[in-house]
Antibody
Framework: EVQLLESGGGLVQPGGSLRLSCAAS????????ISWVRQAPGKGLEWVSL????????KYADSVKGRFTISRDNSKNTLFLQMNSLRADDTAVYYC??????????????WGQGTLVTVSS | SFEVTQPPSVSVSPGQTASITCSGD??????VSWYQQKPRQSPLLVIY???TRPSGIPERFSGSNSGSTATLTISGTQALDEATYYC???????????FGGGTRLTVL
């Protein structure tokens, strides 16, 4: 069974940084692109970033470009999201979601349980 | 950037057919996926590549995409189908992903 498990969420002050992790099991990790998708409290889903299976290709939503960095360690089956210059509107549950292909994601067929990031003073 | 629009809510009686739309410029030129999300749960993929059901998704879920509108259809809607449904578009030219705002389906 494919599983994704996020960690690293918590309370951080505006302007601060946080690093999220997503540990994967039950799949050939390097064969799939993975995305981060977030959901603000009571709001809809917002795609944040994607990284290809090899790690050589990355994409970002305009709302996080220049502040967030996605990366992966295929030797440890783990995905990361480094979040800098955090703002109140970054407050959300952050999900990692597995794509169906190596280089891009037309859809996300496995999701983690999410980790909550709260940006507040 | 690409934008898609969903109605905020749809209501349906048990056993009837529910249709949830997703609209965007020339949406039919892009692949659309649909996700079901129940309260306090992670999203679940129910349709991908416009009309394909993943393994384990009931046959009452179907999808279509043409012109500027994609539609998720739930036939013989059951109470357990009550959830928020999100469409998601993959723009193949930019490799970017966009979600619709979500439609809350009420079965009453």
């Amino acid at each position: 069974e494919v599983q994704l498990l996020e960690s690293g969420g918590g309370l951080v002050q505006p302007g601060g940084s946080l690093r999220l992790s997503c540990a994967a099991s039950g799949l050939a990790f390097s064969s799939y692109a993975i995305s981060w998708v977030r959901q603000a409290p009571g709001k809809g889903l917002e795609w944040v970033s994607l990284i290809s299976g090899s790690g050589g290709g990355t994409k970002y939503a305009d709302s996080v470009k220049g502040r967030f960095t996605i990366s992966r360690d295929n030797s440890k089956n783990t995905l990361f999201l480094q979040m800098n210059s955090l703002r109140a509107d970054d407050t959300a549950v952050y999900y990692c979601a597995k794509g169906r292909y190596s280089e891009a994601s037309d859809a996300f067929d496995v999701w983690g349980q999410g980790t909550l990031v709260t940006v507040s003073s | 950037s690409f934008e898609v629009t969903q109605p905020p809510s749809v209501s349906v009686s048990p056993g009837q057919t529910a249709s949830i739309t997703c609209s965007g410029d020339e949406l039919g030129h892009n692949y659309v996926s649909w996700y079901q999300q129940k309260p306090r749960q992670s999203p679940l993929l129910v349709i991908y590549q416009d009309d394909t059901r993943p393994s384990g998704i009931p046959e009452r879920f179907s999808g279509s995409n043409s012109g500027s509108t994609a539609t998720l259809t739930i036939s013989g809607t059951q109470a357990l189908d009550e959830a928020t449904y999100y469409c998601q578009v993959w723009d193949s030219s930019t490799a970017l992903v966009v979600f619709g705002g979500g439609t809350r389906l009420t079965v009453l």
